[in-house]
């Protein structure tokens, strides 16, 4: 199926508990547009919404791209039309809260990264909870050699899951970094020749599907919601997924399962 209200710049297919996620402006590296954008927070609220949908892979159309970012040739007509500057973060703007704004998104993304991921296309990989690269992957963000920042919490999260230095070094210059520099500095979970990419996305999003939804979401969720707090706080804190699993079927099914040696069967509830 295509993205809802018959989007064309994101495909959107779900198949069993899998959903995927393709930005589709391969002509242009899948850079994305305001148009983009608005679909694709479409598709993020859909994929919340379906509880069908366990496990969800981003990726790019072609061979060439994940995404280049920015659309720089829409905004220097917006700009030239009078539109505001931009700055972090795309409140009010289509498509928001982005992806890279949903801190709250429970479900556990995928990025397959299939080429360059610049700018904004590396903010949105480095949004997603796994990142599969091939071989050929190339990430960077260049919006200092722009006049521009990295909007979209690359400033951030690039400072976050690299040590300080290394990520100043790319964050000031814009240097691009290969997929084994990024599986060396582990901003990335693997790295594949091209041709076994979708074998590997695969053989990952088989074992996301064989772990308890429920126990997936609130793993997930309790991670990104402590990861700055203190330990004891962490501990003391009460999680909106954990307290579902607690009190769940699957909470029961998974010991029961194990104890009777059989595959468990998830409810997600």
Known sequence: M????????????KKGHLAR???????VLNAMDLRMHEELGAVWDDVERDDDVR????????DRAFSVGQDLKERTRLTREGAPPTTFGSRGQPGWPRLTERFSFSKPVVARVNGYALGGGFELALACDIIIASERAVFA???????????AGGAFRL???????IA????????????AQALRFGLVNEVVPHEEL???????TDDLLRSAPLSVRAIKEAVLRSVDMPLEQAFATRFVWEERRMHSRDAVEGPRAFAEKRDPQWCGY
């Open 2 to 13: 295509t993205g809802p209200g018959g989007a064309d710049r994101v495909r959107y297919e």
């Open 21 to 27: 996620v393709t930005l589709n402006r391969p002509d």
């Open 55 to 62: 496990v969800v892979v981003l990726t790019g159309a072609g």
């Open 141 to 151: 963000l260049p919006e200092v050699r722009l006049g521009l920042v990295p909007g």
């Open 159 to 165: 400072a976050r899951q690299l040590p300080l230095k």
């Open 168 to 179: 100043m070094g790319y964050l000031l210059t814009g240097r691009r970094m290969s997929a």
């Open 198 to 204: 979708d074998r590997c996305v695969e053989a990952w």
